[in-house]
């Protein structure tokens, strides 16, 4: 017997385990909705390049035009060049949902940091009213507060938006800290006299960013969709102040005018920027899920 055969294996040989692919963070990456709003932000933003016409000029000869070469997507019952006013009035629109956005998520984060740090009678209190807002719908509360506010505007119209729609952002934020409340380092923090801020900044946004991006995506359609809805119902901005909502806003005339552009056009980029945004937030909500599973 050779010095090999006294080494042999007997039995059946394990199979050599194969190693794990490592999963790229762009698996699913939604590139096509990233590209197409990107695209439409950029062309909002930069609106002076691509404007043929004045998009506030009423041009009471060529009302109800359909697309053609001088008007390359028709105009309004109005006579405006909708165009123009697509990449003018959209600027608006998003400007709004972001500017909404950001006040709702400062709410939320304030709200929620504190309520996941407060003692167990305050925390219920301040969740017990978070559910009496939830129970509310969001349209009638913003209803409410523009008539308090007066005409709406961009200003009035965001911070409107924004405070009735952090509610559900504040609660995930709550959990998530409420979980990191007591480690080592916030009470570390404490105990060498860090603020509340301080504390906030440094230990307990890090830590909670990543779960509340995919509904900060989502509160951005949400405001835009919010706009639109009120402008469309004529209680937004006003016919003189350019969006897509107000542009929208005029669809009853068009509709009896069979001017179908003044609809489909507007409304077809509000749906693919609302859809991309979608694609973006549910992608963002899928890379959280996985961080989470990993963990």
């Not at 006013?85 to 608006?92: A, Q």
């Not at 309520?115 to 305050?122: F, R, T, V, Y």
């Not at 609660?171 to 603020?195: D, F, H, L």
Request: charged content about 15%.
């Amino acid at each position: 017997m050779t010095e090999n055969e006294l080494f042999t294996m007997v039995g059946i040989r394990p199979e050599p385990v194969a190693p794990k692919k490592k999963v790229s963070r762009l698996n699913g990456f939604p590139w096509v909705s990233v590209i197409l709003m990107a695209t439409i932000v950029l062309c909002c933003l930069f609106a002076e390049v691509l404007m043929t016409k004045d998009p506030s000029y009423l041009d009471l000869k060529n009302f109800n035009i359909a697309p053609n070469a001088e008007f390359l997507f028709g105009t309004d019952t109005l006579g405006r060049d909708i165009f123009s006013g697509i990449w003018y009035g959209g600027r608006i629109s998003i400007t709004i949902g972001f500017l909404a956005t950001l006040i709702s998520t400062l709410i939320a984060v304030v709200y929620g940091s504190v309520s996941g740090i407060a003692p167990a009678w305050l925390d219920t209190l301040m969740m017990r009213f978070t559910e009496i807002f939830l129970s509310v719908p969001g349209l009638l509360l913003v209803l409410f507060l523009q008539a308090i506010l007066g005409e709406a505007n961009v200003l009035t119209l965001s911070i409107v938006i924004g405070v009735t729609s952090w509610a559900s952002i504040a609660k995930v934020i709550r959990t998530e800290v409420r979980q990191i409340r007591n480690s080592e380092y916030v009470v570390a923090s404490k105990c060498m006299g860090g603020k509340f801020f301080h504390i906030l900044r440094k230990h307990l946004a890090p830590n909670f960013i990543a779960s509340i991006m995919f509904m900060v995506v989502m509160n951005v359609r949400g405001a835009i969709g919010s706009e639109s809805t009120l402008s469309f119902m004529g209680m937004g901005l006003p016919l003189e102040i350019i969006s897509w909502g107000s542009m929208l806003s005029l669809s009853e005339k068009a509709l009896l005018t069979d001017s179908w552009w003044i609809i489909i056009i507007p409304g077809a980029f509000l749906v693919t920027l609302l859809m991309c945004l979608t694609n973006i937030g549910n992608y963002l909500r899928k890379a959280a899920n996985r961080k989470e599973s990993n963990l």
